[in-house]
């Protein structure tokens, strides 16, 4: 019986404990656990009640609040570490800022070509020779024509421009020995190559590349013109703009208007000379009974169409139109 | 703790370090376009490196990588100048603007295709796409001598109002080859046949006088023009233009008049030279 009261003055003392340790750890937070669950975690099996259920209980809890602190130092360590990174990145961000702005300062202060005067290694003096090299290099690709020495010959490179806007560029590979021929080329099939090189290949190369190169220059100033057409002009076309890969056959409608009538017109562009980006003829045609009435309007249209790129061209009728109602 | 307060400090380490890329990149660009080594410097530093490579070297697995690069772009450029015949004398560029997506570029060129000199600026504008990147080119400024071809004048203002530079050099090229190409026949000509043929205005002229000694104050004048059109076709324009001295009888005038059909069908069947050919050898048979 004595002992009866002291286990339970000794368990009552191991609460009031157990208590104070928990507020003094977790913030007072006590996970009030179900004994019950606490018998299968783990896989461990824990006496259930009494003391030793207690103190099993407050082992998890301390080491739960132990992760817990853990992961909160992890999270505080990995702030810093960024903390640290942005200080650095700015500092070095700071410092070329400064380099940057003492170079221009530099620049305008003596307008000639300076050279370095800590005089400059011989690894400076190449790698400056070699990114120069390159430039004049890029400059040739902007001439149309550039290319590059390959074991076995040349591979050559044909860059396209709109206008002074650069689009697409074509390879040709070509093999020297025993005879010129094309090992690998990226000329789309629709573009005649084989016609051409039987023609110029063996005998003048620089003429093989000029001729393959108008052939090329017009395709892509063709295709241009009809996806500039397409892009800022789809409101006023009905339907859509028929081309083929070529684009040396365009046909689309748009509706013409006179005396506050609107009819439709249809257009057939036929480019006949590959190696040209206007169209050798434009048909225009309307539905029967009208032609009478429009044939100056659609003569008039079918030159402008001969004469100009198409975007440009479809913008002048337009407005011409449209100052006319 | 959550993810959105690591995401701020992420946020401005990716940003600042695209500026410092940008920075280093602007730093490398005005460093190289402000500096200038001749070709005596540069031939000098070759030499010099391979010894100094022996002590140190930095970046590079042995040290022809860096000489075998530069020579190789080196008989890239000569073979490339040599067969467009676009020889490049000298070329600076300047950065104007440098952001993450644009570069903008002012470049200064100058040189000769074959032999006719140019000289050129513009500004190139480079826009990084998700797959590529495009250029534009804006600007354009050109000077040729263009004497007193009118065409060429034209030919060059139309090209410099749509900064069409590619078009530029493929039609000045092939004018300059049509030039060259005059240039040799006329030398042919003159050396094979120096009592008849006179050069008025010597070589870079674009006409030959035909003169027979025996047959004073008959002339034929072969006039041979190089036509470029402003979308930048070049195309040769031959011409015969007979002179006659009053004396003349009516049948033998109507056979002269007849000559400038007659030589302009031979140049369609026989080409150029053949044609001149045979007219000088007709014209020296004339009694």
Known sequence: MEEGHNSDGKENALCGRSLTAASRDGGGRMSAVPLAQRKVEGGKVYSGDGVLGYLEMLEAQAHELGLKQEEKEQQEKKLDRLKARVQELRARRDELQAKVELQEKRLLDKEALVTDPARPSAQTVLEWKVKSIKGMLQVFYLTGISGKLTKQGVCFCISTAYEGTYLDSYYVDLLINPEVKIQRHSVPVFIPLEQIAKKYLQSDIRRFMSVLSDHLNAYVGRRHQADQLEEHFSDRIEGTLQRNSLCNLLVFNYTVSSDSKTFPFNVRLLYGNLCCSLPTEAILSCTPGTLPLLAKMAAAHSNTFRQMALHKAFDSIINAKESQD | ?287
Not at chain 2, 214 to 236: A, D, M, N, R, Y
């Open chain 2, 1 to 287: 703790m959550d993810s959105s307060v690591y995401q701020v400090y992420e946020d401005e380490i990716q940003l600042l370090e695209e500026e410092i890329k940008l920075l280093s990149e602007k730093y490398e660009d005005i460093q190289q376009e402000s500096t200038f080594f001749s070709d005596e410097e540069v031939l000098m530093s070759a030499k010099l490196f391979q010894r100094e490579f022996l002590r140190e070297y930095k970046g590079y697995t042995s040290p022809l990588d860096l000489k075998a690069e530069l020579e190789s772009l080196e008989r890239d450029l000569s073979f490339l100048m040599k067969f467009t015949g676009i020889q490049i004398t000298s070329h600076s560029k300047k950065t104007l603007e440098k952001t993450v997506n644009r570069t903008v570029r002012k470049h200064k060129l100058s040189g000769n295709c074959q032999s006719l000199p140019f000289c050129l600026e513009f500004q190139l504008l480079e826009v990084q796409n998700k797959e590529n990147v495009s250029a534009a080119i804006t600007d354009l400024s050109i000077v040729v001598e263009s004497g007193l071809c009118s065409e060429l004048s034209k030919f060059v203002a139309s090209t410099e109002e749509h900064g069409n530079l590619l078009m530029f050099f493929r039609s000045f090229s092939s004018y300059a080859e049509w030039c060259k190409h005059r240039r040799c026949t006329f030398l042919h000509f003159k050396a094979k046949y120096p009592n008849i043929v006179i050069l008025p205005e010597g070589l870079e002229g674009d006409h030959i006088i035909l003169r027979n000694p025996q047959l004073p104050g008959f002339e034929l004048t072969i006039v041979w023009k190089v036509h470029i059109s402003e979308e930048g076709t070049t195309t040769p324009v031959l011409d015969l233009l007979p002179k006659v001295p009053e004396q003349v009888g009516e049948q033998k005038k109507a056979a002269i008049d007849n000559a400038p059909t007659c030589f302009r069908s031979m140049l369609l069947l026989f080409g150029i030279e053949t044609a001149i050919e045979n007219l000088i050898q007709a014209f020296s048979l004339e009694k």
